[in-house]
Nanobody
Framework: EVQLQASGGGLVQAGGSLRLSCVAS????????IGWFRQAPGKEREAVSC????????YYADSVKGRFTISKDNAKNTVYLQMNSLKPEDTAVYYC??????????????WGQGTLVTVSS
């Protein structure tokens, strides 16, 4: 059974940083592309970032480019989302998701529970 465990959320002031982690179990991690999504209150879920299974390609939403960095440690079955220069509009529940295959996708097979990020102004 594939399980994803997201963690690292919390309360931070605007301009601060947080690092989210997504640990996977029950998978051959090297075979999976991993995405980060977020959903703010009253808004639809949006894709934030993604990293391919090979780690060769990444994707960032325009709203986070230059501030967020995604990385993947296949040895630790973990994907990280380093979030810098946080803004109040980054406040949301953040989810990680996985899909088998080399590339990022519009749809994912497996989802973790969310971790709440709150950025105060």
């Amino acid at each position: 059974e594939v399980q994803l465990q997201a963690s690292g959320g919390g309360l931070v002031q605007a301009g601060g940083s947080l690092r989210l982690s997504c640990v996977a179990s029950g998978v051959t991690f090297d075979d999976y592309a991993i995405g980060w999504f977020r959903q703010a209150p009253g808004k639809e879920r949006e894709a934030v970032s993604c990293i391919s299974s090979s780690v060769r390609s990444t994707y960032y939403a325009d709203s986070v480019k230059g501030r967020f960095t995604i990385s993947k440690d296949n040895a630790k079955n973990t994907v990280y989302l380093q979030m810098n220069s946080l803004k109040p509009e980054d406040t949301a529940v953040y989810y990680c998701a996985a899909i088998v295959g080399p590339y990022c996708s519009d749809s994912y097979d497996h989802w973790g529970q969310g971790t709440l990020v709150t950025v105060s102004s």
